[in-house]
C-alpha cells in the first residue's frame, strides 16, 4: 500500500502538534526556520506562554542531524503586539538522505497550522567578493541547481489541497517584506555597525560537501552571490501553498573562487607536503567556522527579524 501523501500525513500532524498547544499559541501566523548555528532565534519569542516540542515526539516529522541543529518546535509569541510564531529549531536536509517530500514536510505542517509569513534562514558560503565573514544578505532570488536537473520538490502528482501545478516563481520573494528588512536595519541603527546587509540571490545545490573552486566560479558566472544546502525547497514549497516569504543567509565563510596551483608552478616547487596542503587549504570551509559566524552574528539576526514581524503586525 502506498504512504499517506504529503497533505494528510502534514494533516495528522498539525492536528498533533495543536492539541499541544494553548489556545493562544495555536494559530501562528509567523513561521521562522533557523539555520546552522541560527537556533538563538528562539531566544526572540517572550518566555510566557512558550512551548517546545522535540521533533523526535512529533509523528511524521523528520529529524535534523547536523550539528548546530536542536530539533525542535518552539511556539510562542513576538513583539509587543504578541504575534503568535512557530520556530522550526534545525531542519531536514536533502543531503542527509531525506527525499524532498521531507526535506518539506515542516512547511506545510507550518501551513496547516495557519502560518501565513515564513522566515527562512541558512548559513551560506559568499560568492560576492564584495560580501564579508558576517553580513547578512537578504534574498530576492534563486538559483535550484538541483531543480533544474530533476531533484524537485513538486515533482510527482500535485498537491491540489496546497496549490496548483505549475507555481510561478517570479514573486517568490515577497517585496513588501524585502523594503520592511531595510526600514528595520536602519531603525535599529544597524546600518551604522561593520555588518552589512545586502540584497542577493542563492544557490541551492545538493551537498553535503562544500564547492570545488571550479564549481564556485561557475555559480558566480550565472550570477550566484551565496551558496548552500537548503533553503530553496522550503521557498518552493511555502509559495505552492501561498505563504509569503522572507529569506536570510548569514555568510559565514567566503567562497574560494581562484584557480588552485598546477603541479608545475615554480612558487610551489621548493614546498613540503605540509606547506603544500596549507597552499591549498588558504580559504577552505569548515562546519565549525559556520556555526561561529552564527553565534557572532545571531544577535543582529535576532534583533532584526524581531523588528520586522514587529512593524508588519502594527499595520
Same mark, same amino acid.
Given at each position: 500500500?502506498?504512504?499517506?501523501?504529503? /497533505?494528510?500525513?502534514?494533516?495528522?500532524?498539525?492536528?498533533?502538534?495543536?492539541?499541544?498547544?494553548?489556545?493562544?499559541?495555536?494559530?501562528?501566523?509567523?513561521?521562522?526556520?533557523?539555520?546552522?548555528?541560527?537556533?538563538?532565534?528562539?531566544?526572540?519569542?517572550?518566555?510566557?506562554?512558550?512551548?517546545?516540542?522535540?521533533?523526535?515526539?512529533?509523528?511524521?516529522?523528520?529529524?535534523?542531524?547536523?550539528?548546530?541543529?536542536?530539533?525542535?518546535?518552539?511556539?510562542?509569541?513576538?513583539?509587543?503586539?504578541?504575534?503568535?510564531?512557530?520556530?522550526?529549531?534545525?531542519?531536514?536536509?536533502?543531503?542527509?538522505?531525506?527525499?524532498?517530500?521531507?526535506?518539506?514536510?515542516?512547511?506545510?505542517?507550518?501551513?496547516?497550522?495557519?502560518?501565513?509569513?515564513?522566515?527562512?534562514?541558512?548559513?551560506?558560503?559568499?560568492?560576492?567578493?564584495? /560580501?564579508?565573514?558576517?553580513?547578512?544578505?537578504?534574498?530576492?532570488?534563486?538559483?535550484?541547481?538541483?531543480?533544474?536537473?530533476?531533484?524537485?520538490?513538486?515533482?510527482?502528482?500535485?498537491?491540489?489541497?496546497?496549490?496548483?501545478?505549475?507555481?510561478?516563481?517570479?514573486?517568490?520573494?515577497?517585496?513588501?517584506?524585502?523594503?520592511?528588512?531595510?526600514?528595520?536595519?536602519?531603525?535599529?541603527?544597524?546600518?551604522?555597525?561593520?555588518?552589512?546587509?545586502?540584497?542577493?540571490?542563492?544557490?541551492?545545490?545538493?551537498?553535503?560537501?562544500?564547492?570545488?573552486?571550479?564549481?564556485?566560479?561557475?555559480?558566480?558566472?550565472?550570477?550566484?552571490?551565496?551558496?548552500?544546502?537548503?533553503?530553496?525547497?522550503?521557498?518552493?514549497?511555502?509559495?505552492?501553498?501561498?505563504?509569503?516569504?522572507?529569506?536570510?543567509?548569514?555568510?559565514?565563510?567566503?567562497?574560494?573562487?581562484?584557480?588552485?596551483?598546477?603541479?608545475?608552478?615554480?612558487?610551489?616547487?621548493?614546498?613540503?607536503?605540509?606547506?603544500?596542503?596549507?597552499?591549498?587549504?588558504?580559504?577552505?570551509?569548515?562546519?565549525?567556522?559556520?556555526?561561529?559566524?552564527?553565534?557572532?552574528?545571531?544577535?543582529?539576526?535576532?534583533?532584526?527579524?524581531?523588528?520586522?514581524?514587529?512593524?508588519? /503586525?502594527?499595520?
Amino acid at each position: 500500500m502506498a504512504a499517506p501523501n504529503a /497533505y494528510i500525513r502534514a494533516t495528522e500532524t498539525a492536528q498533533y502538534v495543536r492539541s499541544q498547544l494553548p489556545e493562544a499559541l495555536q494559530h501562528p501566523k509567523v513561521a521562522i526556520v533557523c539555520g546552522s548555528g541560527l537556533g538563538g532565534l528562539a531566544d526572540t519569542i517572550e518566555p510566557e506562554p512558550k512551548v517546545e516540542l522535540s521533533y523526535a515526539t512529533i509523528p511524521n516529522f523528520p529529524q535534523a542531524t547536523v550539528l548546530g541543529h536542536a530539533s525542535k518546535f518552539v511556539f510562542g509569541q513576538i513583539g509587543e503586539h504578541k504575534t503568535p510564531v512557530a520556530l522550526l529549531v534545525g531542519r531536514a536536509h536533502f543531503y542527509e538522505g531525506h527525499d524532498m517530500d521531507v526535506v518539506t514536510f515542516a512547511a506545510r505542517v507550518c501551513k496547516l497550522l495557519g502560518v501565513e509569513t515564513i522566515v527562512v534562514t541558512n548559513a551560506a558560503g559568499g560568492l560576492n567578493q564584495t /560580501y564579508s565573514v558576517g553580513d547578512i544578505v537578504c534574498l530576492n532570488d534563486h538559483l535550484n541547481i538541483a531543480g533544474l536537473v530533476g531533484v524537485h520538490p513538486l515533482r510527482g502528482p500535485n498537491l491540489d489541497d496546497f496549490g496548483t501545478r505549475f507555481p510561478p516563481l517570479s514573486d517568490a520573494y515577497d517585496l513588501d517584506l524585502r523594503r520592511r528588512t531595510h526600514k528595520a536595519w536602519a531603525k535599529l541603527g544597524l546600518d551604522q555597525g561593520k555588518r552589512k546587509l545586502h540584497e542577493g540571490v542563492y544557490a541551492f545545490v545538493g551537498g553535503p560537501t562544500y564547492e570545488t573552486r571550479a564549481e564556485c566560479r561557475m555559480l558566480s558566472m550565472l550570477g550566484a552571490d551565496v551558496v548552500g544546502m537548503s533553503t530553496v525547497p522550503e521557498i518552493i514549497v511555502a509559495r505552492h501553498a501561498g505563504m509569503r516569504v522572507l529569506a536570510f543567509s548569514l555568510v559565514t565563510n567566503s567562497a574560494v573562487l581562484e584557480a588552485g596551483s598546477w603541479g608545475n608552478d615554480p612558487e610551489i616547487q621548493a614546498m613540503s607536503r605540509s606547506e603544500l596542503a596549507d597552499h591549498l587549504n588558504k580559504g577552505k570551509a569548515n562546519h565549525e567556522e559556520v556555526l561561529e559566524a552564527g553565534r557572532e552574528a545571531a544577535k543582529d539576526m535576532q534583533a532584526l527579524v524581531k523588528q520586522i514581524l514587529s512593524d508588519l /503586525y502594527e499595520d
